[in-house]
């Protein structure tokens, strides 16, 4: 129960982070989307036992998904900006980030012989044979993940150049230098040489696990009953081909839409219409978090309220006692008159209790 | 070195007026022979033996009528030598800070180290009447320093503070009549060792009133209102004394007469302790949240830190004790020192509003920098001298008391959240033309005082045992007669 409990949130975790990755234009957001998204992955691995297949996936996706922020960075020192519908074409221009992003997107995208491609059907094989609507669940993500990195491809490699940031600082920095003005141009050799070495990674760690090294590697580690049940490596053709199939067709999606144009981005846009403004604003948890939580109920009701309370009733007590005992005094002042008249009184008066309660205890 | 203080400030007292801007130089090269005593006694006290040490013994006023004697005793154990250097660490820092103080210099440098002598006189003095002497005696410089160089409604909270103060300590002195008639000594050290059992009155009204007095200065909910009034209306060296050593006096105290002496009510007290501690931790955290005044919030946060001593307190072990110790020695540098930020910035800006403050890191890099390093330390991250605090005292309090640790915990977060706000809002953010002018920390008064503060706070967070070996020679007799 609680394991399927793990499952359900790494996968909706995986699907939420990934519909979130498709529609955003700034393309450091979409590799930050697409992090959660694959973590969401991994934890859901956790929650279908697949306890070696979710670190292998944290192993490639290390290299893979760092290989994408370092390309996401060479294209911004480029262009100048994130945005990439002020990008594209860029492949002209930046050859070297191109391949090596390239590379990061497909194996990301699960596709054979890239080294997600293990990691991420190990996963989903763990699913299948745990429950099989679990399976589906992981593979609809790995559709996704392939539609949201292909848009990214193309968005920003194909097509036509779009000019960057208008006055960004790069740009600027770009035309004192060598005067090449608004040209884009590739990054120097000490931002490429990491890109390169990644992209290799990306291609090759996938092997690690085929005769069952990281199985072995991490069996030592996992509690005894567990490493027992951690599946030994195991290839299903049949899932290895779907989900490989659908990973290519997300990537012939992004494509359509955003290579060749088959589809308009505008017209889908306008398609799913409010679907699109919910997930575009992040499902509106920002506003959840940040506006509603915390601006309106923490700090709003809860703190102010108290802050009200301490000033008003707590301070307010001890204020109140300090001017309770300054007027009780200045009542007590008019007491003492110095008028010996009144002091007789009193006292004649005083003497007539005194005397009657004398005479109430002990009776005559 | 307890009147030694006073002695500088006699001297200052006697200065002729046309000299008075060298009261300043005397106020500061007496709180810093001071502090080399301090440290010269932290070099000499022999941790292996333990118990108290370096003691000065003579009678004062023998009675035979009434069979008691009355001595001059001062001593200090490690908890006693941790506060005294504290508390002389801080009177430099404070003295530094007023280096500018130009409204009758001589009264105020004065009043300074006659301050001085009574913190240092509390954390020493190991005779009852001495002890609450000296307790009281602390209240006249604050209340001239508050009412005579604050700012805003500062006769207000002058009086505010002397009357709760005294309302507190009138109880305590109550409860140290009866107690130390009923054991027939006013000598704390006997006090602590002997067995009370048929007091003249019961013993729970005795611990009551005892505890009193430590809890209003401590402060703890509901008596804590004449803090934020006081700290936010004291000059800023008042503000890092009232904060950094004036509320240990309470856990101080509380340690050494409540749980030493009343062992038996301290635990069946303790539940209560650890309730209040976790209501102050979180009670005043929240409030900080929405505090619009710098100097309001590091009050409220105050409030807030105080708790913390009274769950590690409740905890009643040696960890839970030896960690409230240290969250009381730790507070106070670290406070200490935020308060001095934040008074630097107000002598700059004028003002104390977050609201109207914005960027002011691009005009004052280091009082930034130091705001940063005290914010963490103030929020417990480890490597500060927070954190070890914090952890010892949830390591100690958690198995006794669960929740009110957890809450404690919460109350981390909470910190977390209105330290880096308001640095956001202070420090960061858009430059206003407004704050151009204003200058960095660039004499060396002012950087002397926050490199001092910043190397003591860094030090015990690194290395805690340069203290904590101290706190738990001094805190493991209290906790053997509480288990």
């Not at chain 1, 359900?8 to 998204?37: L, M, P, Q």
């Not at chain 1, 399976?135 to 539609?147: E, Q």
């Not at chain 1, 005094?329 to 009657?356: C, E, K, P, T």
């Not at chain 2, 500060?384 to 977060?413: D, R």
């Amino acid at each position: 129960m609680a394991i399927n409990t793990v499952a359900a949130i790494g996968g909706i975790t995986a699907i939420f982070a990934a519909t979130i990755a498709i529609v955003v234009t700034d393309i450091k957001r979409v590799v930050a989307y697409s992090t959660i998204s694959q973590l969401g992955y991994m934890i859901f691995a956790l929650g279908v036992g697949g306890y070696v297949a979710a670190i292998f996936h944290l192993f490639n996706h290390a290299f893979f998904k760092a290989l994408l922020f370092l390309g996401s960075g060479s294209v911004n020192h480029a262009t100048g900006t994130f945005d990439m519908r002020r990008m594209g074409g860029l492949a002209r221009y930046m050859p070297v980030t191109f391949t090596t992003f390239v590379i990061a997107s497909l194996s990301l995208g699960g596709i054979f012989p890239l080294s997600g491609f293990w990691s991420k059907d190990e996963i989903i094989l763990d699913a299948w044979n745990e429950k099989r609507i679990l399976a589906y669940v992981g593979l609809v993500a790995a559709f996704m993940t392939s539609l949201y990195i292909g848009r990214v491809v193309f968005m920003t490699f194909t097509g036509e150049y779009k000019g960057g940031e208008p006055s960004s600082h790069a740009t600027e920095e770009a035309a004192s230098h060598g005067g090449h003005s608004r040209q884009p141009h590739e990054s120097p050799v000490a931002m490429l040489l990491p890109m390169v070495i990644l992209a290799g990674a990306s291609i090759f760690t996938g092997f690690a696990n085929i005769s069952d090294g990281v199985t072995h590697f991490l069996n030592n580690s996992l509690p005894a009953e567990l490493a027992e049940e951690a599946h030994h490596f195991d290839f299903n053709l049949g899932i290895a081909v779907v989900s490989t199939g659908l990973g290519v067709s997300g990537f012939v999606v992004a494509w359509a839409i955003y290579g060749a144009r088959l589809l308009s981005a505008d017209r889908l846009r306008q398609a799913f219409g409010p679907v699109h403004t919910l997930v575009e604003n992040k499902y509106y948890m920002d506003h959840l978090y940040e506006d509603l939580i915390l601006r309106r109920l923490i700090l709003g009701n809860v703190a102010r309220g108290l802050a009200f309370f301490d000033r008003y009733v707590v301070d307010g007590a001890v204020n109140g006692l300090a001017m309770a005992t300054r007027a009780g005094s200045s009542g007590m002042r008019y007491v003492q008159s110095g008028q010996v008249q009144l002091y007789g009184a009193a006292i004649f008066v005083g003497v007539i209790f005194i005397a009657l309660g004398i005479m109430l205890v002990n009776p005559p | 070195m307890v009147f030694f203080p006073l002695a500088g400030a006699a001297l200052i007292a006697l200065l002729p007026s046309r000299y008075e801007r060298n009261s300043r130089v005397i106020a500061t090269a007496t709180s810093a022979i001071v502090l080399g005593c301090a440290i010269g006694l932290f070099i000499a006290f022999d941790k292996d033996q333990g118990g108290f040490q370096f003691i000065q013994r003579k009678p004062w006023i023998e009675a035979d009528i009434a069979s008691f004697e009355l001595q001059y005793l001062l001593a200090v154990d490690g908890l006693g030598l941790a506060m005294v250097g504290l508390t002389a660490l801080l009177s430099l820092v404070a003295i530094l800070v007023s280096w500018n103080v130009t409204l009758r210099p001589k009264e105020y440098f004065a009043w300074l180290l006659v301050l001085e002598t009574s913190l240092l006189g509390v954390f020493t003095s190991l005779d009852f009447i001495f002890f609450f002497l000296f307790w009281e005696l602390e209240l006249v410089p604050m209340y001239f320093l508050i009412s005579i160089w604050g700012t805003g409604r500062k006769v207000y909270s002058a009086w505010k503070y002397l009357l709760y103060t005294i309302f507190g300590s009138s109880l305590m002195l109550v409860g140290i009549l009866v107690l130390s008639f009923s054991a027939g000594t006013f000598d704390m050290i006997e006090l602590s060792q002997a067995q009370i059992q048929d007091a003249i009155w019961p013993l729970p009204i005795v611990f009551f009133f005892l505890f009193f007095g430590f809890a209003v200065k401590l402060p703890m909910f509901p008596f804590h209102t004449w803090l934020p009034d006081a700290h936010t209306d004291a000059p800023t060296a008042v503000s890092v004394m009232l904060a950094g050593v004036l509320l240990k006096m309470a856990g101080y105290g509380m340690l050494r007469v409540s749980l030493s002496m009343l062992p038996e009510q301290a635990i069946d007290a303790s539940v209560w302790l650890a309730a209040f501690g976790a209501v102050n931790v979180i009670y005043g955290a929240i409030i900080t949240l929405v505090q619009t005044d710098l100097k309001r919030l590091v009050a409220y946060s105050s409030v807030s830190h105080m708790g913390y001593v009274l769950i590690g307190i409740s905890a009643l072990g040696e960890v839970g004790l030896t960690g409230a110790a240290l969250q009381m020695f730790t507070h106070g540098a670290i406070t200490g020192l935020l308060f001095v930020v934040v008074g630097m910035v107000y002598d700059r800006a004028h003002t104390r509003e977050i609201r109207e403050l914005s960027g002011l890191v691009h005009n004052m890099p280091v009082i930034a920098v130091v705001m940063v390093i005290a914010g963490l330390a103030a929020l417990g991250l480890p490597s500060m001298a927070g954190f070890a605090a914090e952890v010892m005292v949830f390591l100690g309090a958690f198995g006794k008391y669960g929740l009110p640790t957890v809450i404690g915990v919460i109350g981390v977060l909470i910190s977390a959240g209105y330290i880096l706000w308001m640095i956001m809002r202070v420090f960061l953010g858009e430059r206003s033309a407004r704050w151009q002018e204003l200058g960095d920390a660039t004499t060396w008064w002012e950087r002397t005082a926050l490199a001092g503060m910043v190397a003591v706070i860094m030090l015990i967070g690194i290395f805690p045992s340069v203290l904590v070996d101290f706190l738990e020679v001094g805190v493991a007799p209290i906790a053997a007669r509480v288990s």
